[in-house]
């Protein structure tokens, strides 16, 4: 693992199931972070975690939770998925405060 | 409200110099970033300002005056590899990260 790896790559869901997103960084990174990117908006924060075992709501939360049990994972979960969902979801990493962030490959969701 | 402003699509031609804008209002401020991010992969990290005036970094430049609430990210000797999104971002008072929707570049031959 070199940087941050997220699970699936893509994934095509039906409306009502449940689905985590995985997001491993090896960089021991103490922050992180989830977004989604739809077409014509910025990217959205949904949840962040300064540093393991804490963790924050973003900008958009409502049907999205997640967990920092250690400092290299951080998993999103849709407890039970709507098409609204749909969007291509980006895990990301940094050092802490105004540092750059690192960036996953992205996880492309549809929820049908 | 909390707000950044960037052309949505820019056109150019290889081998020119092209400068991509963004203003911004937020609740104060902590830094300015610019990412780019080619079509279906993730943003990169590009540049960095928390104090007036220019950054150099090889071909590509960043501006950032805070009076204005304004940046702009300079691309010269355009490369077809540079068609992308720039993705322009401010850090506010809460070191919360404001994202614009990102300036689509298109690359001429």
């Known amino acids: 693992i070199a940087g941050i790896t997220q699970a699936p790559t893509s994934q095509i869901l039906a409306a009502g199931r449940r689905m985590t997103l995985r997001c491993t960084q090896d960089?021991?990174?103490?922050?992180m972070y989830w977004y989604r990117q739809d077409l014509g908006l910025g990217l959205r924060l949904i949840h962040y975690?300064?540093?393991?075992?804490?963790?924050g709501k973003g900008e958009v939360p409502d049907g999205y939770s997640v967990s920092r049990a250690n400092t290299d994972d951080f998993p999103l979960t849709l407890a039970s998925a709507v098409p609204s969902q749909t969007s291509v979801y980006f895990c990301?990493?940094?050092?802490?405060?105004?540092?750059?962030?690192?960036f996953g490959n992205g996880t492309r969701l549809t929820v049908t | 409200g909390q707000n950044i402003d960037q052309p949505t699509e820019m056109t150019a031609t290889e081998g020119a110099i092209v400068q991509i804008n963004c203003t911004y209002q937020?609740?104060?401020?902590?830094?300015l970033f610019w990412y780019q991010q080619h079509a279906g992969e993730a943003p990169t990290f590009l540049s960095y300002?928390?104090l007036d005036g220019l950054e150099e970094k090889g071909r590509f430049s960043s501006f950032l005056s805070r009076s204005k609430g304004y940046s702009y990210l300079l691309l010269k000797e355009l490369q077809m590899k540079d068609s992308a999104s720039y993705l322009c971002?401010?850090?506010?008072?809460?070191?919360?990260?404001?994202w614009g929707a990102g300036t689509k570049l298109i690359i001429k031959p």
């Open positions: 990301a990493s940094s050092t802490g405060d105004n540092s750059p962030l690192h």
């Open positions: 960089m021991r990174h103490n922050a």
């Open positions: 975690s300064n540093t393991a075992g804490t963790t």
């Open positions: 937020t609740s104060g401020f902590n830094g």
């Open positions: 300002n928390v």
């Open positions: 971002a401010v850090m506010d008072s809460n070191y919360q990260l404001i």
